[in-house]
């Protein structure tokens, strides 16, 4: 169940965003969308768990701790995602993001297997496989310029934009497998996930619209909301259930179909794209597939010292003469304690 949750989310997600980005959003309609999925994410798991006291003692101590990361690396990743959408396109943001994410969390594996904080580490294989995974993502986005109008400037800022976006989705899922172990519940993780990205959002559009920094959104009001619950509500929540039960690497290595999708989507919304791009696009896909059969090795721990014990050697008995016995024959035996 985790895993078609996963790709039924990631799927809808990518084929509603490539139509996004085919339909030529603005940056504003960009954050428009987002502060409404937000909210709605917001709100109905504010109502789901309503009532429910166990959900809302799983709120305090270190889980708000670890909600208020998630809240920041949510807000990082969904805001430079739809703006490098608004810049250039779906499929550059969608192939870094998802390229990179794998090397990220392998990167914190690794960092934390170091440090002595867990019991396995990534192994050669895994490297190998995110690192091949990331060449290959940032050889199809140098594939990719020049095949847009909008210039290689927008294409450098979408893909700085898909970088922090790959880093930040490694952060999501990392975060997120550690609420789903310590029992709190997707519904629980939905109501407090956005706060930041509400306020952000909102301050955003508060601030760039009416000073003239960004244009008004194109986009009318019922449209945004019906583009926020398809590209982001309900394939979110999906996402959400899965990454909470299934390892951060495994999350992060589908992610990687997800350009192969926004690309199919593009092409045939009419897009023109060479024969080295859709290669690259198709070598991503069993390069992501590689990183699932990767399997991670148990961190080598050293046995810990014995202490010293002590025992009682008794001394050995003098022997008799031929005279008789030796005159401290009848002396008791004296125990001498050593060290061993």
Not at 64 to 92: C, E, K, M, P, S
């Amino acid at each position: 169940m985790p895993w078609a949750a996963l790709i039924a989310g990631n799927g809808l997600h990518a084929v509603i965003t490539a139509l996004l980005g085919l339909s030529m959003i603005n940056p504003a309609d960009s954050l428009l969308i987002l502060a409404i999925a937000a909210a709605a994410c917001t709100l109905l798991g504010a109502l789901a768990v309503r009532g429910n006291a166990a959900s809302a003692a799983a709120t305090v101590g270190s889980v708000t701790r670890t909600l208020g990361w998630l809240n920041l690396w949510t807000a990082v990743t969904f805001i430079a995602f739809f703006l490098g959408v608004a810049v250039y396109g779906a499929v550059v943001v969608f192939t870094l993001g998802a390229s990179l994410a794998p090397l990220a969390v392998t990167a914190w594996s690794g960092f934390r297997a170091s440090r002595g904080d867990a019991v396995t580490r990534p192994s050669a294989a895994q490297w190998w496989a995110v690192s091949l995974l990331a060449a290959l993502g940032a050889a199809l986005v140098v594939a990719l310029a020049g095949s847009d109008s909008r210039g290689i400037g927008a294409l450098l800022v979408a893909s700085v934009l898909g970088v922090i976006d790959g880093f930040a989705a490694g952060g999501v899922a990392i975060v997120s497998r550690s609420l789903g172990a310590n029992g709190v519940g997707v519904w629980q993780v939905m109501a407090h996930r956005y706060y930041a990205t509400v306020v952000v959002a909102g301050i955003a559009l508060l601030i760039s619209v009416p000073f003239g920094l960004l244009a008004a959104p194109k986009m009318s009001v019922g449209m945004s909301i019906g583009a926020a619950f398809a590209s982001l509500v309900v394939p979110f929540f999906l996402m959400q259930y899965a990454i909470q039960r299934l390892s951060p690497v495994m999350v992060t290595g589908t992610l990687a179909l997800i350009p192969a999708i926004a690309l199919f989507v593009e092409i045939v919304g009419g897009r023109a794209v060479s024969w080295p791009v859709l290669l690259l696009a198709l070598l991503i896909v069993p390069a992501s597939l590689a990183i699932l059969t990767t399997q991670q090795k148990p961190v080598a721990v050293p046995a810990p010292s014995q202490p010293r014990q002590w025992r009682t050697v008794y001394a050995r008995p003098f022997p008799k003469s031929r005279a008789g016995s030796h005159p401290h024959a009848a002396q008791p035996q004296q125990p001498a304690t050593q060290i061993s």
